[in-house]
Structures are given as C-alpha cells and as structure tokens.
C-alpha cells in the first residue's frame, strides 16, 4: 500500500483525522478494491501446470523477467548471488537465512549487472527440487553467451564444474575457491 504502513486494509479508508488517510477514499470505496482484489489472478486455474509449486504466480513472473531483458543492455560485469523476497505468510518454500538482512522469505538465485545492481534474471529456490548448481547458473545465463561478460561470484557459486561450463560459453570468471571442496 505505498509508504504508509497500516495494519489492515480496511484502516486506509478509515474516516479519523489521525489514522486515516483521505487520498484512498478520494480514489475509491473500499468496497470496489475488495472486488478488484478478489478478482485478481495471474494464471487460468483450469490451465495451470500444478506440479510447479509457484504456478500461481509463474505468468508474471515470467513477464517481468522477458521485460527486464528485452529493456536493458547490461555492462560487461555481472555477479551471481542469493537473495530474499521478503515474505510473512505460510508457504513450504520460505526459508530462514540468518546472515540475510530478510531472514524470513523465498530464497532466489539472481544475476545482476554489478555497477548498478539490475537484477537480469532470477529464478526461484523450491525446497526438495534437486537441482545442481551448474544447471542453476545455465538457466541464469542462458540468453547471455558468448557475449564477452565477466562474472563475479562467491565461494557458494565457484565450484571447477561452472567455471569450466561459464569458460566454455564465453565468460570470464572471477571467483573465490575454498581448499578443501572436491567439486
């Protein structure tokens, strides 16, 4: 709801001098942005691909991640990391980080261009999918090989397996090793 932060929904349409706030009531009843809510979905139930956990959600995420990248020409330096979105409800797929500054959320892998931070691409972690890391960093990296980019990662991320597949599809890689992991 913006800036201001209220409790419930039902209190920014409030009538107090103190607590509510005028602007919302100008715009629309409360009533008419409980059926607009109501109403809103981002996927047809009856065509939805229900195995994907986050189904409800996918089509837009899927559009804002073609937009981002249909919309901007990133530099040649990139970084690989994890990242939160924030998120208080129930959900099998939240995870607790506790060196994040979110601790409580949905972890994703993220690629973003390092000078300004735009975040590319990024793709959600679903607990109990077994995937490995090098296929995480193909669908990170899909649409930008050979392209002459410079990735910077941490040591999560800095395995020899994707530095050789990120050296095989144009990249250079920057990227601390720890000593004593195998692959």
Known sequence: MGIVKKPSCKEYWSKSILFGNPGFRELMTIDH????R???HFVDEKESNKK???YKIRPMVDHIISSSQKLFSPEQCLTIDES????NGRSGHKVYMPLKPIRYGFKAYV???SSSGYVLNWMLHQRGKKQTLQKT???LTNNLKNKGHQISMDRFYTTLDVVNYLTEIGFRVIGAVMQNRAR
Do not use: H, K, V
């Not at 942005?33 to 607009?36: A, G």
């Not at 939160?84 to 998120?87: E, K, V």
């Open 84 to 87: 939160m979105i924030r998120f």
């Open 111 to 113: 690629l973003t261009e």
């Open 33 to 36: 942005f409980e059926q607009i």
């Open 137 to 139: 960093i193909e669908l």
């Open 38 to 40: 109501s109403y809103l």
């Open 52 to 54: 994907d956990p986050f």
